[in-house]
C-alpha cells in the first residue's frame, strides 16, 4: 500500500487536484448564490419555504442519477460534475443561513432598531455577523457531502479521486482502490478542519462560544 | 467586513478553480476510454504513440461506458477513442446481420462517416469479443463447450455480466433470442469483478472479453459461439473526419499500429495490467516489444 502511494504520488496528487477544482468551484458557486437566496427569503416565509422545498427535493435526487440526468442539459465531463455538486449544496447552504438569519435574538434587533438603523443595515451589520457559525456551518456540511458526492463523477469522464477508486475495483488493484478513498476521506477531514478554523476566525469575539 | 473577505475568498477560489480546469490549449488530443482494463491499455498505448512521434500533448479520459465515449466524440469533448467494430455495428447501429471482419469494418466506417461525421482508423490487429465462460469444472462435469450445449443447464445457473451487455442488441436480448437461452439470475456488475467471481462460484457463467488475462489464470473455459451470434470486434482509433484531415500527423503516428497487436498479445498485456502493473508502464512496454518505439 505505501508502495503503490509513493510509486503513484503523482498521479494521486493529480487526481486529487481535480477532486478539488470540481467540489470547491460547485461550493464556491453554491455559496455565491445560496447565501444571498438564504438572507433575501428571510422576508417571506411562503417563498422561504417555497426555495427550501426545491433544495429539499434536489437533495433527494440520488447522485449518480443527478449525473445521469443532467447529460442532455449540460453534457458530460467538469460542467456536468460542477452542475450537480452546485445543487447538492445548495440546500445546506441555503437552509443554515435562513436559520443562521432567523434564530438572531429579537431583542438584539429591536435594539438595533432603536439605533435607527435600516432594515437593510439590520441584516448586514446585525443579523449577518450573528449567523455566521451557522452559515458557516452549513457551507462545511456542503463541502464535505460535495468532497463524497464527486467521487462518482469520474463516471462521466470528470475525473478525480473517483478514478483510481473505479479503476482499482475494475483491475481488483486495492492499492489503488484504497489509495483514492483513503485520500479523499482525508481530503474531506483536512478542508472540514480548515474551514474551522476559518468559522473560528470569522466569528465575532462577542458570541464565540467560550 | 468579514463577509466581504468571505465573498472576495470564495470569487477567489472559484476564478481560480475555472482557470485550471478550463485549460483548453490546442495541442492536445484528448484520448476517451472506456472503464475496463484493456481500454486503459488501449488509451495509454494510443497517448503514447502519439506523444513520442508527435509534438502533440494527449489527455487521457475515462468514461463510464461506450455510449458515453460515443457522445464525447460527437460533442468534440475527446478528439478519439478505441472503439470495437463489433460495437459499432451491433450495439450503436443496432445491426444484427452477422458479416465477416473487413466488411463489418466497411459498413461501420461508411455508416460512422455519413451519419456522424466520424471515420475509422486503421484496425490495431485483435479481435475482442464477447464469450461466455464458465468454470473448468463446470465444462467437465457438465460436459459442455459450446453455447448451445449450455441451454438446457442455464436456467439454474446465475449469469455475471458488465451493465452493457444487459440492454444492448449485440449482448443479452439479442443472445437470449438466437439461442432460446434463459438465466435463473442475471448480474451486471463492474466487468473487472465477473472473472474472480465466477472463478469463486457466486455466479455460474459470466460474459467475458476474449482477450482478459483472467480467462486463463483463472482457468476458465470459453463456451463456441456456435450459432455465431457475436459479431467481430475489431478495434481502431475513431475521430472526427475534420480532426484527421487536419491533424495528419496524428493519423500517421495512429497508422503505425495498425495490425501490430493480436488477441494472445492483449491477454498477455491484460494480464500484466490486472497483476497490478501500471497502465502507462505496460502500455510503453507492448510498443517497445513490437519495435514501434525505443
Known amino acids: 500500500m505505501i508502495e503503490y502511494i509513493s510509486g503513484n504520488w503523482e498521479q494521486i496528487l493529480s487526481r486529487a487536484g481535480e477532486h478539488v477544482y470540481l467540489a470547491f468551484t460547485a461550493v464556491g458557486l453554491a455559496c455565491l448564490v445560496g447565501i444571498p437566496v438564504g438572507l433575501l427569503i428571510n422576508r417571506n416565509k411562503r417563498i422561504a419555504n417555497a426555495v427550501m422545498g426545491v433544495a429539499n427535493i434536489l437533495q433527494t435526487v440520488p447522485s449518480l442519477a443527478m449525473f445521469a440526468l443532467l447529460i442532455p442539459l449540460v453534457g458530460i465531463r467538469d460542467k456536468n460534475a460542477i452542475v450537480a455538486l452546485f445543487l447538492y449544496a445548495l440546500l445546506p447552504i441555503i437552509k443554515n443561513t435562513y436559520i443562521g438569519i432567523n434564530n438572531v435574538e429579537p431583542s438584539v434587533i429591536e435594539a438595533a432598531k432603536g439605533m435607527g438603523m435600516s432594515r437593510m443595515q439590520i441584516l448586514y451589520m446585525v443579523q449577518t455577523p450573528l449567523a455566521v457559525p451557522v452559515i458557516m456551518g452549513g457551507v462545511r456540511i456542503a463541502t464535505v457531502t460535495g468532497i463524497g458526492i464527486a467521487t462518482i463523477a469520474t463516471l462521466i469522464g470528470a475525473g478525480g479521486l473517483g478514478t483510481l477508486i473505479y479503476q482499482g475495483i475494475g483491475m481488483m488493484n486495492y492499492p489503488m482502490m484504497l489509495s483514492g478513498a483513503i485520500v479523499a476521506a482525508l481530503l474531506a477531514l483536512l478542508i472540514d478542519f480548515i474551514l474551522e478554523l476559518l468559522e473560528k476566525k470569522m466569528t465575532s469575539r462577542g458570541i464565540a462560544i467560550k | ?294
Open chain 2, 1 to 294: 467586513m468579514k463577509k466581504i473577505v468571505f465573498i472576495l475568498l470564495a470569487v477567489i477560489l472559484i476564478s481560480v478553480g475555472m482557470m485550471a480546469g478550463c485549460s483548453e490549449q490546442d495541442n492536445v488530443v484528448r484520448i476517451g476510454t472506456k472503464n475496463y482494463t484493456e481500454q486503459y491499455l488501449t488509451g495509454q498505448m494510443l497517448s503514447v504513440i502519439i506523444e513520442d512521434k508527435t509534438d502533440y500533448e494527449t489527455e487521457v479520459i475515462e468514461f463510464g461506458g461506450t455510449m458515453l465515449c460515443f457522445e464525447a466524440l460527437k460533442s468534440d469533448e475527446i478528439e478519439l477513442y478505441a472503439e470495437f467494430t463489433g460495437t459499432a455495428y451491433g450495439a450503436i447501429l443496432e445491426q444484427t446481420e452477422i458479416l465477416g471482419q473487413n466488411e463489418t469494418y466497411d459498413y461501420v466506417k461508411k455508416a460512422f462517416e455519413d451519419k456522424y461525421g466520424i471515420t475509422w482508423l486503421d484496425e490495431l490487429g485483435w479481435n475482442n469479443t464477447y464469450i461466455l465462460s464458465v468454470t473448468a469444472e463446470t465444462a467437465d462435469e457438465l460436459g459442455v463447450s459450446t453455447v448451445t450445449e449450455l441451454v438446457p443447464y442455464a436456467d439454474d445457473m446465475i449469469m455475471g455480466c458488465d451493465n452493457e451487455f444487459i440492454g444492448r442488441t449485440d449482448g443479452l436480448p439479442g443472445l437470449k433470442e438466437a439461442y432460446g437461452i434463459n438465466f435463473k439470475q442475471e448480474l451486471p456488475m463492474d466487468q473487472g469483478l465477473t472473472y474472480a467471481a465466477l472463478r469463486d462460484g457466486k455466479i455460474d457463467v459470466n460474459v467475458s472479453f476474449s482477450t482478459d488475462g483472467r480467462i486463463a489464470k483463472f482457468d476458465l473455459v470459453n463456451l463456441e459461439d456456435d450459432k455465431n451470434f457475436f459479431p467481430p470486434y475489431y478495434v481502431a482509433p475513431i475521430m472526427k473526419q475534420d480532426y484527421a484531415e487536419a491533424n495528419p500527423a496524428v493519423v500517421d503516428a495512429l497508422r503505425l499500429l495498425k495490425g501490430k497487436f493480436t488477441e494472445e498479445d492483449m491477454q498477455h498485456y491484460n494480464l500484466m495490467v490486472d497483476e497490478g502493473g501500471d497502465v502507462r508502464d505496460v502500455a510503453t512496454q507492448a510498443l517497445k516489444d513490437k519495435g514501434l518505439i525505443e
